[in-house]
T-cell receptor
Framework: NAGVTQTPKFQVLKTGQSMTLQCAQDMNHNSMYWYRQDPGMGLRLIYYSASEGTTDKGEVPNGYNVSRLNKREFSLRLESAAPSQTSVYFC?????????????FGPGTRLTVL | RKEVEQDPGPFNVPEGATVAFNCTYS??????FFWYRQDCRKEPKLLMS?????NEDGRFTAQLNRASQYISLLIRDSKLSDSATYLCVVNGDAGNNRKLIWGLGTSLAVNP
């Protein structure tokens, strides 16, 4: 099992460009999450999907959209990138949306917006 | 007061030492507590959940003190491979993962 995979690993964008971060998991998990991690801020939830067909906003959703394509895949889109979106983005999954479930993370995408 | 606070460190200890980290949380209604480990430029990985009665996994012991609203992580016989950042995670809303509050982490460096 690959676990949680993310592409790309690194990306540099210019302000105003768009891109989609891809995430897939092969553990048959129901719930998937997108986080960003910034120095001095800790991990912050952008969007999550409790189950296939549902998505909800997290703590910092502005400037992002998501798509739960199927049970395996959960993508994050930046429609018009801004320098404030420079960050490390992690996708995670859990078997169900319950607090005591371990969150499994992907390796992350390091995004720089110039 | 921040929702979850950790001493950022760094803690520099020699191999074989015992080291302890604390993490304080502000929401007295929090029900779930975790320690995650994050290596440099890697993703976080669950180290251990923290139960009310305390729990131990090999060299690692986690404790919960509800009265004082903190959790602790004790690492005995430190190894070089324990060098990492340790993230304290607390739920802010019972029953789901949406309200997990992540601490900024405590950096540990174990030296030969």
């Amino acid at each position: 099992n690959a676990g949680v995979t993310q592409t790309p690993k690194f990306q540099v964008l210019k302000t105003g460009q768009s891109m989609t971060l891809q995430c897939a998991q092969d553990m048959n998990h129901n719930s998937m999450y997108w986080y960003r991690q910034d120095p001095g801020m800790g991990l912050r939830l952008i969007y999550y999907s409790a189950s296939e067909g549902t998505t909800d906003k997290g703590e910092v959703p502005n400037g992002y959209n998501v798509s739960r394509l199927n049970k395996r895949e959960f993508s994050l889109r930046l429609e018009s990138a801004a320098p404030s979106q420079t960050s490390v983005y992690f996708c995670a999954s859990t078997p169900r949306e319950r607090t005591y479930n371990e969150q499994f993370f992907g390796p992350g995408t390091r995004l720089t917006v110039l | 007061r921040k929702e979850v606070e950790q001493d950022p460190g760094p803690f520099n200890v020699p191999e074989g030492a015992t080291v302890a980290f604390n993490c304080t949380y502000s929401n007295s209604a929090s029900q779930s507590f975790f320690w995650y480990r994050q290596d440099c430029r890697k993703e976080p990985k669950l180290l251990m959940s923290v139960y009310s009665s305390g729990n131990e996994d090999g060299r690692f012991t986690a404790q919960l003190n509800r009265a004082s609203q903190y959790i602790s992580l004790l690492i005995r016989d430190s190894k070089l491979s324990d060098s990492a950042t340790y993230l304290c995670v607390v739920n802010g809303d019972a029953g789901n993962n949406r309200k997990l509050i992540w601490g900024l982490g405590t950096s540990l460096a174990v030296n030969p």
